[in-house]
């Protein structure tokens, strides 16, 4: 059975940083690109960043761009989200992903339970 | 970037309806799309991907359909356990949207 469960959200100041870890479980991890997909607080998913399988293909959400860093370590089957100059409008739950393919396909088949990131003062 | 826009924004039903919700994108996605269902407080589900396949394990009961600019979610003889709000989400063009979302309530 896929599990994902993530873990480092909390409370930060506006300008701090926080990272963001996903263990995975249950599959090859290696053979799947994985993603992180945010949820503002009564509102809709927002698809954040992905990674394919080997870390070679990497993408950001413009308004993540140059902030955060997505990357995986796939002898601990763990993906990682660093994220740097947090604002307010990032506060949201924190999803990692499960791709169909090890390239990014977007295709999400099995997700987290999430993880809140408040931004404030 | 593509802009998903979902109808109904809510709907209420009654337990054994047969509900269809549209998402319809701004440009043409082929069948690149998804659908996403999530209940109060829990986290996403995914439900069907490539515009019609269903995920391993999901009911017979939810359909998908079209392609293009136009989609349709199906539910038929809807139940108790599908109050949730459901989303589509494309995923052929860069950045990867996903709709505001159709709450189905009872």
């Known amino acids: 059975e896929v599990q994902l469960v993530e873990s480092g959200g909390g409370l930060v100041q506006p300008g701090g940083s926080l990272r963001l870890s996903c263990a995975a479980s249950?599959?090859?991890?290696?053979?799947?690109?994985m993603s992180w997909v945010r949820q503002a607080p009564g509102k809709g998913l927002e698809w954040v960043s992905s990674i394919s399988g080997s870390s070679a293909l990497i993408y950001y959400a413009d308004s993540v761009k140059g902030r955060f860093t997505i990357s995986r370590d796939n002898s601990k089957s763990t993906l990682y989200l660093q994220m740097n100059s947090l604002r307010a409008e990032d506060t949201a739950i924190y999803y990692c992903?499960?791709?169909?393919?090890?390239?990014?396909?977007?295709?999400?088949?099995?997700w987290g339970q999430g993880t809140l990131v408040t931004v404030s003062s | 970037d593509v802009q998903m826009t979902q109808s109904p924004s809510s709907l209420s039903a009654s337990v054994g309806d047969r509900i269809s919700i549209t998402c319809r994108a701004s440009?043409?996605?082929?069948?690149?799309l998804a659908w996403i269902q999530q209940k109060p407080g829990k986290a996403p589900k995914s439900l069907i991907y490539?515009?019609?396949s269903l995920h391993s394990g999901v009911p017979s009961k939810f359909s998908g359909s079209g392609s293009g600019t136009e989609f349709t979610l199906t539910i038929s003889s809807l139940q108790p356990e599908d109050f949730a709000t459901y989303y589509c989400q494309q995923y052929k063009i860069y950045p990867w949207t996903f709709g505001q979302g159709t709450q189905v309530q009872f």
């Open positions: 249950g599959f090859t991890f290696s053979n799947y690109a």
């Open positions: 440009q043409g996605i082929s069948t690149d």
């Open positions: 992903a499960k791709d169909g393919a090890t390239s990014p396909v977007i295709i999400f088949d099995s």
């Open positions: 490539a515009a019609s």
